[in-house]
C-alpha cells in the first residue's frame, strides 16, 4: 500500500483552496430549472448583488468545511464535513453560473472570505468534533436564515435565482440536520452572536465589492 506523506493532508487543502476560489467551480448536479425571465434594469442589479452575496457565502462555507476537516478528529466527522463542501461546491457553480447570465461577477474579496472562514472553521475544529459539528449546524442555520431573506428580497420575476436559492436552502437544512445527527453540541451564545456579526460583515461587503 502507498504510504502517506505528513504533508499530503497539507497539500490537499492548498489544492482544495486553490479549487474553490480561483478555479471555475464544478457542479456535480444540473443547475435548478427555473424560467429565465425578462427584468429591469434595477432589478437584474438587485438580484446580482444578492447572488453576489450568496456566492460569497458559499465560498466562506466551503472553506470553513476545508478549515473543519484539515483538523478533524475522527474520519467519520471530516467525510461528514467533505461532502458537505462537496454540495456547497454545486452551490457556488450554480451562483457563478447565475451572476454570468445576470451579467455580473463574483466578490473581488471572495480570496479573503476564504483565508478568514479557513482559519475560523480550523479554530473550531481543534475544540473537538463536538463543537465541531455545533459550528455546522449553526453556520448552516444562519445561513437558512440568510436564503430565506433572499427568497423575499429577490424580484418576483426572478424565479431562476428563486429556483437556485431553494434547492440550496433544502441541501443547507441536511447538512445541518446531518452534522445535528452525528452529535453536534449546542454553541455558546456568545459564539453564536459572533459568527452572526462576521457573516454580517461578510454579506454586507460582498453586496458591494
Ligand atoms: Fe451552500
Ligand atoms: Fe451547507
Redesign the pocket.
Given at each position: 500500500m502507498e504510504s502517506r506523506h505528513p504533508l499530503d493532508p497539507f497539500i490537499a487543502a492548498a489544492d482544495r483552496a486553490l479549487r474553490a476560489v480561483f478555479a471555475p467551480a464544478h457542479a456535480s448536479r444540473p443547475v435548478p430549472d427555473g424560467e429565465a425571465s425578462t427584468l429591469s434594469e434595477a432589478e437584474r442589479r438587485e438580484s446580482a448583488a444578492l447572488m453576489r452575496v450568496n456566492h460569497a457565502?458559499?465560498i466562506a462555507?466551503q472553506a470553513l468545511y476545508h478549515g473543519q476537516a484539515l483538523v478533524s478528529r475522527s474520519t467519520a466527522t471530516q467525510e461528514i464535513l467533505l461532502h458537505a463542501a462537496k454540495?456547497?461546491s454545486d452551490?457556488l457553480a450554480w451562483c457563478e453560473t447565475r451572476l454570468k447570465e445576470l451579467e455580473s461577477r463574483p466578490s473581488l474579496l471572495n480570496p479573503l472570505w476564504y483565508c478568514g472562514s479557513f482559519a475560523i472553521g480550523m479554530l473550531a475544529a481543534a475544540t473537538g468534533d463536538r463543537t465541531s459539528l455545533g459550528f455546522v449546524v449553526e453556520t448552516e442555520r444562519q445561513?437558512e436564515g440568510h436564503l430565506n431573506e433572499h427568497l423575499e428580497r429577490l424580484p418576483s420575476g426572478d424565479t431562476r435565482s428563486r429556483a437556485i436559492l431553494n434547492v440550496?436552502r433544502t441541501?443547507?437544512i441536511g447538512h445541518g440536520a446531518t452534522a445535528k445527527a452525528a452529535g453536534a453540541a449546542e454553541l455558546p451564545a456568545p459564539l453564536r452572536a459572533l459568527m452572526r456579526h462576521a457573516a454580517r460583515v461578510m454579506t454586507t461587503a460582498a453586496y458591494w465589492i
Open positions: 457565502g458559499e462555507a454540495e456547497e452551490h445561513v440550496m441541501d443547507e
